[in-house]
């Protein structure tokens, strides 16, 4: 799960965050958060994965915790939120894979709850499991993704520094027309922590905008996905998962996932009809809390330290997804550039 170090990120580059980040700058700056990965690179053709996200560790997958979820736009899939809503919590693992395999990425939740937590199983699970379309550099129909490959995303899950870029479920995801994938950052509203996690598959090249200098129009070369009829520019989506230690209540929580919005304008998309962008807030606080039919809450009137550290992880999140990504050439020959670190440096180096 360790960055490697030859894969670098956004604040490598000098680049102008706001906020203060956790000593991680990662979605596992929030105690007991695990992420975890299985990623698929075969032959010409294969370039997917699987993401897994255990909110309070494998071992305590049983514990509800506060939840809200958002919909900016609803071209896309992540399954138990119907239950999110009713309830305002969920338990158990989530999973993050391409579109075609969200349904196996259901299936796998389940499969490892059998085998680690039987009991859990005994009565019935409504997974949490999300998509992004990874069809421009994978062979999505092949059906590649499989059971396993989830249990194993889920059982590699660990705490500590958390890979970027082209990995389990970011793999094939493209991101402003650039190589794009998985992103994470966080920031502390002390004494708790914000961390956002995002599978980035979105934006159109000439909408991109970092640290509010407009880039799209001087980036516009080497854009081979342009000349792409199936998928729109803009097209793809995006999946964010925002977790906090701050005690919140479920409607706070789903309050938290919608400034997702603000965090992902910042970098310039305008939110494609094409991109299905769909978040989800937790609060691993009040731990057993749902059992025992007390929460506690931060004031609404405290909430907005919390809601810019939100928008300020989204923006820095998905940075770091575009800036840790390289090159890659999938099926039928489709190309994806890195974004050009170098001259983004420089660029944003003017303002």
């Given at each position: 799960m360790t960055q490697p170090a030859s894969r670098p990120r956004a604040r490598t580059l000098g680049l102008p965050f706001e906020g203060r980040p956790g000593p991680l700058n990662a979605i596992t700056d929030v105690a007991g958060i695990e992420v975890g990965y299985t990623t698929l690179i075969s032959g010409t053709s294969v370039r997917t994965g699987v993401t897994g996200i255990h909110p309070r560790g494998k071992a305590d997958p049983g514990n509800p915790v506060a939840a809200g979820f958002h919909s900016q736009n609803g071209n896309g899939e992540m399954t138990g939120v119907s239950w999110i809503e009713e309830s305002g919590m969920f338990a158990g693992p989530i999973a993050i894979t391409n579109t075609h395999a969200v349904g196996v990425a259901h299936s796998g939740i389940v499969a490892w709850t059998v085998e680690h937590h039987p009991d859990l199983a005994h009565g019935w699970l409504l997974p949490v499991a999300a998509e992004t379309w990874d069809g421009y550099l994978n062979d999505i129909n092949g059906r590649h993704v499989t059971e396993a490959h989830v249990i194993s995303a889920l059982d590699q899950a660990r705490t500590g520094p958390v890979e970027e870029g082209s990995a389990g479920g970011g793999t094939g995801m493209n991101c402003y027309q650039f190589k794009g994938g998985n992103g994470t950052s966080s920031r502390r509203v002390a004494p708790y922590t914000v961390g956002v996690?995002?599978?980035?598959?979105?934006?159109?090249?000439?909408?991109?905008?970092?640290?509010?200098?407009?880039?799209?129009?001087?980036?516009?070369?080497?854009?081979?996905?342009?000349?792409?009829?199936?998928?729109?520019?803009?097209?793809?989506?995006?999946?964010?998962?925002?977790?906090?230690?701050a005690p919140l209540f479920p409607h706070q929580c789903k309050a938290m996932a919608r400034r997702v919005t603000s965090g992902l304008a910042r970098t310039g998309t305008t939110g494609s009809h094409f991109s299905g962008d769909l978040f989800l807030a937790f609060s691993t606080a009040n731990k057993d809390g749902f059992a025992r039919g007390h929460l506690d809450f931060i004031p609404w009137t405290e909430l907005d330290p919390f809601y810019a550290a939100v928008v300020q992880a989204t923006e820095e999140a998905v940075v770091n997804a575009l800036v840790a990504a390289e090159e890659m050439t999938g099926r039928d020959g489709h190309r994806t550039p890195a974004l050009p670190r170098d001259l983004v440096r420089q660029l944003c180096g003017r303002n």
């Amino acid at each position: 799960m360790t960055q490697p170090a030859s894969r670098p990120r956004a604040r490598t580059l000098g680049l102008p965050f706001e906020g203060r980040p956790g000593p991680l700058n990662a979605i596992t700056d929030v105690a007991g958060i695990e992420v975890g990965y299985t990623t698929l690179i075969s032959g010409t053709s294969v370039r997917t994965g699987v993401t897994g996200i255990h909110p309070r560790g494998k071992a305590d997958p049983g514990n509800p915790v506060a939840a809200g979820f958002h919909s900016q736009n609803g071209n896309g899939e992540m399954t138990g939120v119907s239950w999110i809503e009713e309830s305002g919590m969920f338990a158990g693992p989530i999973a993050i894979t391409n579109t075609h395999a969200v349904g196996v990425a259901h299936s796998g939740i389940v499969a490892w709850t059998v085998e680690h937590h039987p009991d859990l199983a005994h009565g019935w699970l409504l997974p949490v499991a999300a998509e992004t379309w990874d069809g421009y550099l994978n062979d999505i129909n092949g059906r590649h993704v499989t059971e396993a490959h989830v249990i194993s995303a889920l059982d590699q899950a660990r705490t500590g520094p958390v890979e970027e870029g082209s990995a389990g479920g970011g793999t094939g995801m493209n991101c402003y027309q650039f190589k794009g994938g998985n992103g994470t950052s966080s920031r502390r509203v002390a004494p708790y922590t914000v961390g956002v996690f995002v599978q980035a598959n979105f934006g159109a090249r000439h909408e991109l905008s970092i640290c509010g200098t407009r880039l799209g129009k001087h980036l516009a070369a080497d854009n081979p996905m342009a000349e792409f009829s199936l998928a729109p520019p803009g097209a793809g989506s995006v999946i964010a998962i925002v977790a906090t230690d701050a005690p919140l209540f479920p409607h706070q929580c789903k309050a938290m996932a919608r400034r997702v919005t603000s965090g992902l304008a910042r970098t310039g998309t305008t939110g494609s009809h094409f991109s299905g962008d769909l978040f989800l807030a937790f609060s691993t606080a009040n731990k057993d809390g749902f059992a025992r039919g007390h929460l506690d809450f931060i004031p609404w009137t405290e909430l907005d330290p919390f809601y810019a550290a939100v928008v300020q992880a989204t923006e820095e999140a998905v940075v770091n997804a575009l800036v840790a990504a390289e090159e890659m050439t999938g099926r039928d020959g489709h190309r994806t550039p890195a974004l050009p670190r170098d001259l983004v440096r420089q660029l944003c180096g003017r303002n």
